[in-house]
């Protein structure tokens, strides 16, 4: 990418669990300011790490950075606590949305506001501003998130990540067990608040296809590396990307997706390893 605004640099990273699993293997990335920027690639990737390596989340998985740099707004970052990236504007949402069970659906929204320091009133307008894009969530405020769905949970992390008032929120999997249809009403709010509201997401995600629908730039992560990169509208037009990725075996629309056993076999060919 080579806008000039970039809000995150990541810069031949590499990250090391239990001082011994190499993880990630000299990953770089840009994120703009104002963007959606989505990390693709089956699981196992290093989608999450990456994420991780950001937030500074590496700590309690005794994992950590041990090359490269990581720089926000031309700062290098990798000393700084999870809680200094919150008060620098980057909140994360974790897999698996990690609500608090036995708190209201409200009270779950407000502990995302914990760091605030600019009053009652401007939290209330976030709170009205969250509620406004999650009407859903309005309605069952004082519902506990244990008995919502899966889909009101996810829109329940987002939307405590948006009470902290980021700049930029990492989005791992948002797409994790829900359903085709509440996956595209996650991902259209994704992009609402992006357009509307300015905010820049990095998305970690498996489904390539929505992700790349909804995203400006894409990265492919496999095996701890990127394999491609490019914008988005062109890694889907991609044939490489159409035959491992989209499931459309690289030959239009009409053709039959892989099984399990011939993707194995394809992967040994694919251009960008040979």
Partial sequence: MTTPNILLNVNGIEVIYNHVILVLKGVSLQVPQGKVVALLGGNGAGKTTTLRAVSNLLRGERGEVTKGSIELRGERIEALTT???VNRGVVQVMEGRHCFAHLTIEDNLMTGAYTRKDGKAAVAATLDKVYN????LKTRRTSQAAYTSGGEQQMCAIGRALMANPNMVLLDEPSMGLAPQIVEEVFEIVKDLNTREGVTFLLAEQNTNVALRYADHGYILESGRIVMEGEARSLRENEDVK??????GGAGAGAERKSFKDVKSYKRRKRWLS
Avoid at 133 to 136: D, K, L, Q, S
């Fill in 83 to 85: 809680a200094e990236m």
């Fill in 133 to 136: 894009y999650f009407p859903r």
């Fill in 243 to 248: 035959e491992f990725y989209l499931g459309t």
